[in-house]
């Protein structure tokens, strides 16, 4: 590792969301971090699962919500909400919806190195 700075102003890459959204990744230190924008109407198994291959999201995260809204729903039907100012840990497993009319912003510091990588 070394000392650098980036910016979402200029990320690495920018992968699209089937029209609903992007991540902007930022390959920084030994680690990748992503801010993702789900748009209302985002949905993962509609949005990025024909980009994963898998029934339902294999990453895990660890995420602090800048805006917006969100659910996480679990394979096992375990079901979280959460919106601004939470920080978020989701294990692999699960699906996901943008909840209401805002984007949801997440900052993304795991589970973001090959999420919505075609």
């Known amino acids: 590792m070394r000392l650098e700075k980036k910016s979402f102003s200029s990320p690495d890459e920018v ?3 089937s029209g609903k959204g992007q991540v902007e990744i930022l390959n920084v230190g030994d680690g990748v971090v992503g801010k993702a924008t789900f748009e ?3 949905r993962w198994s509609e949005h990025v699962k024909p980009l994963a ?3 339902s999201c294999q990453a895990a995260h660890v ?3 800048l805006s917006g809204h969100q659910k996480v729903i679990m394979d096992d039907g375990t079901e979280l909400d959460f919106g601004p100012g939470d920080v978020v840990a989701i294990p692999p497993g699960h699906d996901g919806e943008v909840v209401g009319d805002e984007p949801c912003v997440v900052l993304d510091f795991a589970g973001m190195e090959h999420y919505a990588k075609g």
């Open 63 to 65: 995420g602090y919500v």
């Open 40 to 42: 209302p109407g985002w």
């Open 53 to 55: 291959g898998t029934d």
């Open 15 to 17: 992968r699209p969301m």
